[in-house]
């Protein structure tokens, strides 16, 4: 019996005891959920139609049904740990960081060398995922980098060569003519051709199905309001009650301060708002487009995944509030001189979280090592999902993940301050 479903209060309604029954027996291999109150266990539909489920138990709970939390939990339940999924909306949704339909996913990177294994593997794990749900869940896609500063663009091809491809380096004139691009003599490109574009949202619905086939539970619009911890055991309490676990995992997205400032942990974390927008695209082909002139800001194109011939681009960076005529205005300039688009069709707002040095965090809390969170993964976390996820649960189990993840330690910043506050 992985969840107990513990009833207090005197609630006269008679729904409740569907809704008990739902809950609970979601959570439960036996048909009939076993419900316990402090007089002992309930198993009358009467007398449970007066009770109100108020408490869930669970070896690990995970906070945040974005794509990293859901991976998580999944590898979790698989290694045999009953594990409740809880977001404050009813995942999925499109309200943080992993909603929308279509994502890059490439071996080229700009990151840290550990990184590389993990990109590989995780192209791995999302084939396998594929094959489980038998659903394509990554299509093969070209990814066409180029930039105006010929050393970034090499320094993404020595990257795709240590993962054992080889760039496709082409002329501006060959680009122009496959691509019916305007790129002009001063841009350097290759073509990336294990990259492709990721089917996010049919990403994210695998994930989560197959998390509750394995007998996880997933419970929306569950916003927490506490966390209290001790020797082996952690408290969340929100709204809808209070779930009681060994261990518990923090996958906040741009909640990520809210969520970790309360607890102690205080990083320096910039949640960000942009834009995405979607071009009605005549002539370019199933391909990504990547240009690394700046360091500090790519500039991204996709095919949108979505009805009709339609590509997303986004201007990889954000003025914090998500400006649409800043963002729209860069974006234009930049169809207009290189891109073979049409007109704008519509907009999607987008949410990534960033850290000083633009790579993600994984650690545990000081003073509660059954605490782990995850967190600012600037937009790279859904490719890599289904490998950190994996790390995460090697983390909570005390498994050795095969992964070097030294560089993406909270202490590699020199302002983070813990304060034990539980």
């Known amino acids: 019996m992985p969840y107990v479903s513990t009833l207090v209060s005197d609630t006269p309604t008679p729904r409740i005891w569907s809704r008990i029954k739902k809950i609970a027996g979601k959570r439960s291999r036996t048909p009939t959920p076993v419900l316990t109150t402090n007089d002992g266990a309930i198993g009358d539909a009467f007398q449970a139609a007066n009770l109100l489920v108020h408490h869930f138990n669970a070896d690990v709970v995970v906070v945040g049904g974005g794509i990293i939390g859901a991976c998580a939990a999944l590898s979790l339940q698989q290694a045999g740990k009953n594990t409740l999924l809880l977001d404050q909306y009813p995942p999925p949704h499109h309200k943080g960081s992993s909603g929308g339909k279509a994502r890059i996913t490439r071996l080229a990177n700009f990151g840290p060398p550990q990184l590389m294994a993990m990109l590989e593997d995780a192209m791995a794990r999302w084939s396998h995922l594929s094959t489980l749900v038998q659903e394509e869940l990554v299509s093969p896609a070209p990814m066409l980098v180029v930039g105006q500063k010929t050393e970034n663009v090499e320094k993404m091809a020595r990257s795709v060569e240590k993962s054992g491809h080889k760039p496709t380096w082409l002329t501006v004139a060959q680009t122009n003519a496959k691509y019916k691009t305007r790129f002009t003599e001063d841009f350097t490109m290759f073509e990336d051709h294990s990259a492709g574009v990721m089917r996010a949202d049919r990403c994210l619905h695998a994930v989560l199905k197959l998390f509750r086939e394995c007998g ?145 965090i994984l650690d545990r809390h000081p003073h509660h090592s059954n605490i782990v969170y995850a967190i600012g993964f600037s937009g790279t976390g859904f490719k890599i999902a289904p490998t950190v996820g994996f790390i995460l649960a090697c983390m909570l189990t005390g498994r050795d993940p095969g992964f070097d993840i030294t560089p993406f330690g909270a202490d590699r910043f020199s302002t983070t301050r813990f304060k034990s506050r539980l």
Request: proline fraction near 9%; charged fraction near 25%; aromatic fraction near 12%.
């Open 216 to 360: 996880g539970g997933v419970e929306g619009g569950w916003k927490v309001d506490a966390v209290e911890a001790g020797d082996g055991w952690v408290s969340v309490r929100g709204p809808r009650g209070t779930v009681t676990a060994q261990h518990l995992l923090l996958c906040p997205g741009p909640w990520a301060s809210q969520l970790l400032q309360p607890l102690g942990i205080h990083l320096p974390l910039q949640p960000l708002k942009t834009k995405a927008f979607l071009y009605k695209n005549p002539s370019f082909p199933f391909a990504c487009l990547l240009d690394v002139t700046s360091l500090r800001s790519y500039t991204y194109a996709l095919p949108a995944m979505t009805p009709g011939s339609v590509m997303k681009i986004e201007p990889g960076e954000s003025d914090g509030e998500g400006d649409t005529a800043f963002l729209r205005e860069k974006v234009a300039k930049y169809v207009s001189r290189y891109l073979p688009f049409g007109r704008e069709e519509r907009e999607e707002e987008c949410w990534f979280t960033e850290s000083p040095d633009k790579e993600f």
